[in-house]
């Protein structure tokens, strides 16, 4: 597997795809009841016989604490934390003899809790990229595109380009793969004389919305699935167009510590036992899935 830079023809093939997702109806409820898998001895022969996981017999796992659907949300008691990350977490503790803890973080927290010591790994919809390989350790379960969006009844029609966001004011995550080719493509774009990109940066997702709504805002830039969750479930919004590269997703854990190796059988596993699928098909990222975890693959380079 390798980081992937999307041609304009990858990107007009793609863009179907999403609008078909789009479109499919996806129900929160049903997705309440856990997904399992029976434990691997595989996966849990390679955990290393010197690993001190932060809760003994425990998998203690990061993920967003944001309301950011279909990645992490609430479940309907206002307690439980659902969404594909924490369903994957599930699977991965299953699959290596473990119980489960998810602590809700936010995404500028992860890094320096897996350095610290306070998780034993993280996810947040975290892209491979060649910088973080330098203090991460990852294993893939996802390649993910990121996605422009804009309102149902806008006038734009097409962000796949650098010209394409000249002039207008997009929302966007601070610290994110999206921020940087955001800056990037402005960057190009004032190089040759066109206006600047106006960056909103709004890390709560119920405020990036309303923003996009209300038209204080001409787009947002983030992980496709949730854009494309946000069509489906909502129709206030539609997909207009794709970032440059597909990045592939990672459980991510502190380098060298020797876990992603059980964390990639762990996740294998669930794979082959199918579950995995279900995961993904039930929060509509079938689009995503790998057919194999891979260890470190390359990363995206700025």
């Known amino acids: 597997m390798k980081a992937l830079r999307l041609t304009a023809v990858a990107t007009a093939l793609l863009l179907p795809a999403l609008a078909a997702q789009a479109s499919r109806t996806l129900d929160v409820l049903q997705n309440e009841t856990p997904i399992h898998v029976a434990a691997s001895p595989q996966a849990i022969a390679k ?28 479940a309907s008691d206002n307690v439980t934390r659902i969404g594909s ?3 994957i977490a599930r699977l991965l ?18 890094p ?15 892209a491979v990229t060649e910088e973080r390989k330098k203090k991460f350790d990852f294993a893939t379960y996802r390649a993910d595109n990121h996605a422009f969006a804009v309102k149902s009844d806008s006038r734009i029609s097409r962000i796949n380009q650098p010209a394409d966001i000249a002039g207008k004011r997009i929302i966007v995550s601070s610290g994110t793969n999206q921020e940087r080719i955001l800056l990037s493509w402005d960057a ?37 699935s949730m854009a494309a969750w946000k069509v ?29 190796p059980a964390l990639q059988a762990a996740l294998d596993n669930a794979i082959a036992g199918g579950q995995y699928q279900q995961v993904l098909a039930r929060w509509g990222e079938q689009d995503e899935a790998v057919s194999q975890s891979t260890l470190n693959p390359p990363g995206i380079v700025y």
């Open 188 to 224: 190009q774009n004032r190089a040759r004389g066109l206006p600047a990109v106006t960056p909103i940066y709004l890390t709560d997702d119920a405020s990036a919305t309303l923003a996009l709504l209300s038209g204080r805002a001409d787009a947002q830039f983030g992980p496709h």
């Open 85 to 87: 990350d924490p369903d």
């Open 93 to 110: 503790a299953d699959s290596l003899g473990l119980k489960l803890r998810l602590v809700p973080a936010s995404w500028e927290d992860w």
């Open 112 to 126: 320096l809790g897996i350095t610290a010591g306070r998780y034993d790994v993280a996810m947040f919809n975290i």
């Open 47 to 74: 955990i290393p016989a010197g690993y001190h996981f932060i809760e003994p017999g425990t998998l203690t796992v990061a993920t967003s604490a944001t309301n950011s659907p279909p990645l992490s949300l609430l």
């Open 232 to 260: 489906a479930s909502r129709g206030q919004t539609k997909l207009v167009g794709s970032g440059p590269f597909r990045a592939w997703v990672a459980v991510t854990t502190r380098k060298g510590n020797g876990l992603a």
